[in-house]
């Protein structure tokens, strides 16, 4: 059906046998249909799904490329402050990153032991082998959301805060979880108040 691009149809056929498919290829298929939909937020939000579960897959970035260029995520996520730099890093090294950095950790690690062995380099080093996989960990908690759609800002957890200001669709969110509401932290621009309901909750 996707070859030849009856995209509806496919679309109707992942949802109804979800729960037979193995998740991973359930939502890199179901992106894949989402861009032959032209419904770049949902696209977006089913490629992070199947990245969360596996980040090594070549086969993402042709969507991601796809699904980038045409939310302009380039500009609306672009970095402007300090704690944007933070949150775009410690992203960019969830997953391949902090596990490549795990291995040369160990391999220095390995090496120094050879000629200081003692309880104390042991212990010190296992810190620093282990730290990589624990910020990973962390940054998986990090509460992820994507806007299905564009959604007003309000500048507190209530719809009496509502403000003049939007968020685009299709924009990756991370905040803090309060009652219903998230408090937006990443993109800076965006900084503010959104109602759960109205995003997609990646992780």
Excluded at 162 to 177: A, F, H, N, V
């Amino acid at each position: 059906m996707y070859k030849q691009k009856q995209y509806r149809q496919a679309f109707d056929f992942l949802e109804a046998h979800k729960n037979e498919i193995d998740p991973l290829l359930y939502h890199f298929n179901m992106s894949n249909v989402l861009i032959g939909l032209d419904n770049m937020p949902k696209a977006r939000f089913h490629l992070l799904k199947a990245e969360s579960i596996s980040s090594y897959e070549k086969s993402f970035y042709p969507l991601k490329e796809k699904i980038d260029e045409s939310l302009d995520l380039e500009r609306l996520e672009s970095a402007v402050t300090a704690q944007d730099y933070f949150y775009k890093t410690f992203l960019a090294l969830q997953g391949q990153g902090f596990l490549s950095l795990s291995l040369i950790f160990l391999i220095c690690g390995l090496f120094i032991i050879k000629k200081v062995k003692t309880l104390k380099i042991w212990f010190v080093l296992s810190l620093i082998v282990m730290t990589p996989s624990l910020l990973n960990l962390w940054v998986n908690n990090w509460s992820k959301y994507i806007s299905n759609e564009e959604i007003k800002l309000s500048s507190g957890p209530s719809a009496v805060f509502l403000t003049e200001r939007s968020i685009p669709s299709g924009i990756l969110l991370i905040g803090k979880d309060y009652d219903g509401w998230l408090k937006i932290q990443y993109p800076s621009r965006f900084q503010g108040w959104v109602k759960k309901s109205q995003i997609l909750r990646v992780n």
